[in-house]
């Protein structure tokens, strides 16, 4: 054990703070005043796109969840103050059930694709033979389109298909998959955690960066496998996860593709939008509603209200995770 | 360090930067938005048919037409009518666009840049077109047009797409849903003839189920999930008796009771086979509800509720299948008159509001939905029916018995759709789901006033 305690000394040591920093003005002159217009002008491309591609639209989407504006309408837009937001809050919105299955998503779906991208990881630098043929194979997934990916997810979870198929060789009868409303975010879960290659790649080069020094006296001092990777490989690639955390609920809030692919594919004879949340709501998210009601329903000022909430709840999450990782760890800023 | 630095005078810059196009991007913001709004008030001035010169000696005019149509035989039949039109009006050319929503249409006016004259599948955003002055009042111009539109068209059809007394679009085909049975099934069963209320249908759905030694289903006799296929349409109003709304606005499904007994058949049913079964029946044909692996046509189920359209699916996919089409069976209890009705819905052909030549596209509009050889050949290429009276007698597929109740149907002035309002079918998606939660036993009877209140906001929300 103390061994153990040893080697996490010497992570502590590699992970040690930098050197603090200078404080005070910098040295370095601002640009002359006959530079200036140069920089400006080498920067507007930058500038306009940002504003034009980014900054407005975020304007705008606040503004417009304040009016009643439909898409289409040649009516004039009126000013509504916080109306839809009193609406999306209310108890009778569906927003509420798009909040909370990309709540369960948040809980369960950016833990597995983590752990597991984690695992595989660890697992490839493991083989001893074929690493490379291994790291490409459990790389491919993420090279796939997604909706290709979903599609093909469709065909596979059907219920009379081929995984149903399989678990019924071993007296196992399978679920009712995406058309089961119980069933169908646990099976897009499967279907994040098959494709999460690219941050299998970024767990790796973590991995790959860990000095082998550290697991050889970890080693000689009789750590076991497991050890290892608790008191080594987890602190040295903690950034690694951090990133990958923090990515990877972003990305679950803007959930999306797959859901809306997979609900449209389950039933060819009614328009794909008019399935957005099938079964009963089980896949409607925080995007697939804003959707709904943006581009289904046309009602562009509520849907930008639920756009602004989301964004919302994407910022408090975001910096709240990044306070908590950086009280506890010293990641996402400044080190402590 | 030095480069360290560097990065701080930059971020320092870049700071400086942003403080400077913070209040461009706040007028930005403010103005181009309110631009947007300014550009998309107000509407073209209308015009009269009368004015419109037909003869050859009209400037060339050239329209641009959307349409739904997405499929080969749909688009070749577009084409040749617009041939047919421009054969008739030399003048008049129309350039076709397929494959385009509502939504596309919608996003096109907001650009200010819509196409003249839209092919729209269904009437789901027609009042809210109507309201917001997307598309044209075509009264006034009907009234000046060349052809007595009311006297041709039928007049179900044209009920569905006239609100406020005012007349938005013009109907291009429409669906009928019927009730599909499987013959050979009927007479293995004992059956000789198609229900006619729900209760029959819940006892002959019995009789046809069919199950292996192990209790497993085989053959189901009717699965009437709203999630399943097309059954969305059996809980819309016409085959229960009931309206959403009732005169006022206000949502009835708390309030007739016979809402509560459609639901109750339609859990009862469920029930019977039992929700795991019949779950995994629906998740597993729903994908396959239009191709070769469609249940019916592989004798998985022995009744289906569906539209005109699959007759075509079924010659093409299971032309083995020998299936009658009768009307779908109504809520026990109505008027024997009743029976025959059908949820219809129509494919309306709209003229944009913005269009700078609205007479000329209501001209294309009215020739293309009144003209006997267009909407005939058109029906056919969609297997849909036909929505004009000559188009009805003349249909070369009018005489085949599987589109005789269809056609009844559609001609029954019992027969409605879905509602049309404000809300563009959101009300309608709040019910299905209702429904859905009601299959599965998360909701009940005491949960129609929640479901009704829903209804109320949601089009209020609308309306507001």
Redesign the interface.
Known sequence: MPAVADTSAVVAEQTAAPPPR?RGR???K??TRTAKPA??LF?SPL?LG???FK??PI??G???SM???????????HFVGL?NYR?VL?S?S?AWTAGRNTLWLLIFLVPAQTLWAMFVAWLVLRIRRGQALFRTIFFLPAMVPLVASALAF?VLL???GPLNHALSWVGITGP??????SWAKPSLVIVAVWGCGKIMILFLAGMLNVPRTLYEAAEIDGASAWRQFWHITLPSISPVTFFAVITGMIATFQYFTEAYVISA???????A??LI?????STLFATSEIYKQG?????TG?ASAIAVLVFLAVFACTIVFIWGTRRSYGYGGESQ | ?YQL??L??MN??ARR?ARR?LP???A???V??AAA?CT????NSSQNVDNVNTSGSHAPVTLEMWTFSHKQNQLDADQAALAKLHAKYPWLTVHLTGSKSD?D???A??AGNPPDIMFS?STQ?LE??A????IADLTHLIAGGPVDVSKTVLAPAMAALTMDGKQWALPLTGDAYMLYYNKKLFAAAGITAPPKTLSELRADAEKLTVRDSGGNITQFGFVPNV????N?SIYAGVYSGTHFYDGSGVPTVATDSNWGKLLDWDKSLIDYYGSGAI??F???Y??????AGNPFGKGAVAMEFNGEWHTAQLKNFTPDVDYGIAPMPVLDGQTTSSYGVADIEMSPVYVA??SKHIAEAFLATEFLTTDTTVVDDMSTAFGAVPSTTDAIKNWQLASDPHFASMIQAFQNPGSYGHPVDL????DV??WQ?FI??YE?GKASAKNLP?IA??MK?IVA??T?
Do not use: C
Request: charged share 15%; net charge neutral.
């Open positions: 200078r910098s040295r370095r601002s640009p920089v400006l920067l500038i940002i504003a034009i900054l407005y304007a705008a606040v503004y417009y009016t009643d504006f439909h898409v289409g309408s040649y009516q004039p837009v109306d609406h209310s009778s569906d469709v059907n219920p009379a009712g998959w995406f058309g089961d409303p594919s389950s039933n060819n004879n009614s328009g939008d008019r949340g099938y079964p009963q709501n581009f289904v329903f046309f009602k509520y | 360090m630095s560097k701080k005078g320092r810059m930067g196009l461009v991007t706040a930005l913001a403010l181009l938005p709004a998309s008030t107000g509407s939504s249409f919608a996003k006016a907001t599948p955003y809210t077109f309201h917001d002055g997307t999630d399943y296929d097309n969305v779950n995994k629906v998740a597993q729903n994908p396959h509800s239009e191709d509001a913005k809300s563009a079918g959101a998606n709040a789901a859905g939660q599965s929640d209140t829903k906001n929300q609308a507001n």
